[in-house]
């Protein structure tokens, strides 16, 4: 079998003895199974009609709070047909990223101990990555038997969830992640989109029923119906967000610094779920003072897998000073001497950000009297109560 890293070039034709059908989806299966994906599926090389919708209407309806990503070109990532030419098939591949806890190292904020901000699952360690060597296994197979394939993965070109609801890997749940039977949503997705001609999946029941804990479980009622996620109250779009961090939601954020995980968490099927070992090194949180003590090409090499605007280390300062605010102890002088240094940093949305923190923590003797950008003056006439546990 040809290896990820020497995948043959995509023909310029493809010839109609190359193999299609059960049988030759069946050895695709073992080609996924043994470059590690835990599942794969086939949905149709054919327009995401409901998506498209669905997009439409939580844009008209104001839900997507400036995200780009498949926003960007709607028409694009709805349509794999046009991705890739005479697209028949999207073999869609999931890889979970339950890790066990035992290998995941230290966990969050210790009373006492540095304060700690929280990962997200999904980025404790670098699965897209994983995702997209085990799929590219799968592109070389087909390509090595006169296919083209090409790999999406941790992409903005396809709507994932569609297609792998599409191929049957799962069903949609109420906080709209796709749940594997028995096994539940802690999976990343990716795809092939390849010329091969395969059997379709049958897209699975509902197995949410009469469930509904994800919905009151998120802290910032970002769920307003079941499927749907109101990125003006998400907290993980609210982290990768440019500009003021809204003040509503600084309080619900606490030690997350990266996503969150609070819907799924909350899931009986994930709860129930066998997590996969790992080895290498797992990141389930961060050092917040010493984070923020970085200049910001080191933070930003410290954070290199996230999706953060611009590249700009700016909002991951920004989310680090409002997680300060809810776990950083005003007795202790790290926390002060960030503070402090916060507050007196070039722009203007650290400092804003910095007000909030040292008020909530109740160290009103490091605020200024005044500040000339309008955006910190706004949050020095509306400080926050003391931090309820001080
Ligand atoms: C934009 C985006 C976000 C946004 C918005 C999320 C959203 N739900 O739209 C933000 C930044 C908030 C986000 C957060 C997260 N994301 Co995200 N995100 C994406 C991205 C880039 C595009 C998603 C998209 O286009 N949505 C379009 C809308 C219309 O789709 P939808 O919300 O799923 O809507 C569907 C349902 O409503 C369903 N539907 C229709 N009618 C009904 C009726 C009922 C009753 C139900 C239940 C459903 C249903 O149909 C709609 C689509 O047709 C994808 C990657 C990609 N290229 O697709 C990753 C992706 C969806 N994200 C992923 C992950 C892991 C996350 C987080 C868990 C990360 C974290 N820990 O913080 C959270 C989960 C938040 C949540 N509960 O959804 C994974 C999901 C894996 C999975 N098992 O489902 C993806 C697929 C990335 C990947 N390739 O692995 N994400
Ligand atoms: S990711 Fe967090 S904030 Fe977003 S919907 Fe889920 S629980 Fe709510
Ligand atoms: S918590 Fe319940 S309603 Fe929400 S996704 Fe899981 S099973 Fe479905």
Not at 249 to 277: K, M, N, S
Not at 374 to 381: A, I, T
Request: aromatic share 6%; proline share 8%; with cysteine.
């Amino acid at each position: 079998m040809p290896s990820a890293d020497r995948i043959p070039k995509n023909p310029k034709t493809v010839s109609a003895s190359a193999p299609g059908g059960p049988a030759y989806l069946q050895e695709l299966r073992h080609v996924a199974t043994a470059a590690g994906l835990d599942r794969i599926g086939v949905a149709p090389a054919a327009p995401l009609a409901r998506a498209r919708e669905q997009m439409a209407s939580r844009v008209s309806a104001g839900l997507v709070n400036g995200m780009k990503f498949t926003y960007h070109k709607p028409e694009r990532s709805t349509d794999p047909s046009a991705l890739v030419p005479d697209a028949r098939s999207v073999i869609v591949g999931v890889r979970s990223y339950d890790i066990a806890p035992a290998d995941a190292g230290a966990d969050v904020s210790v009373a006492g101990a540095a304060p700690r901000a929280r990962i997200a699952r999904y980025a404790w360690v670098d699965h897209y990555a994983d995702l997209k060597t085990s799929l590219k296994q799968v592109a070389a197979r087909l390509r090595a038997d006169g296919h083209r394939a090409v790999v999406f993965a941790d992409d903005n070109s396809i709507v994932d969830r569609e297609v792998a609801w599409l191929a049957g890997i799962g069903w949609y749940g109420k906080n709209a992640n796709i749940l594997v039977p028995g096994a539940g949503s802690f999976f990343v997705i990716g795809c092939v989109v390849t010329t091969a001609d395969l059997p379709v999946g049958e897209p699975v029941e509902d197995g949410c029923g009469t469930c509904v804990r994800c919905i009151p479980a998120c802290p910032t009622g970002a769920i307003p119906e079941p499927g749907v996620i109101d990125a003006n109250r998400c907290l993980s779009w609210l982290l990768q967000k440019p500009g003021v961090f809204p003040a509503e939601f600084r309080e619900a954020l606490h030690d997350r610094i990266y996503g969150c995980d609070d819907c799924q968490t909350a899931c009986p099927f994930t709860r129930r779920r066998a997590p996969v070992a790992v080895t290498g090194p797992v990141e389930t949180g961060v050092d917040i003072i010493e984070l923020l003590s970085c200049d910001d090409a080191t933070v930003m090499e410290r954070v290199d897998r996230w999706y953060v605007h611009d590249r700009d280390a700016t909002w991951v300062r920004r989310n680090l000073i409002v997680n300060l605010g809810n776990v950083g102890h005003p007795s202790d002088p790290a926390v002060v001497d960030a503070l402090r240094t916060a507050l007196a940093d070039h722009r203007a949305v650290i400092r804003a950000h910095a007000v909030w923190a040292a008020a909530r923590t109740g160290l009103h003797g490091l605020l200024p009297a005044d500040d000339p950008d309008p955006m910190v003056r706004d949050e020095l006439s509306r400080l926050p109560a003391l931090r309820g546990d001080l």
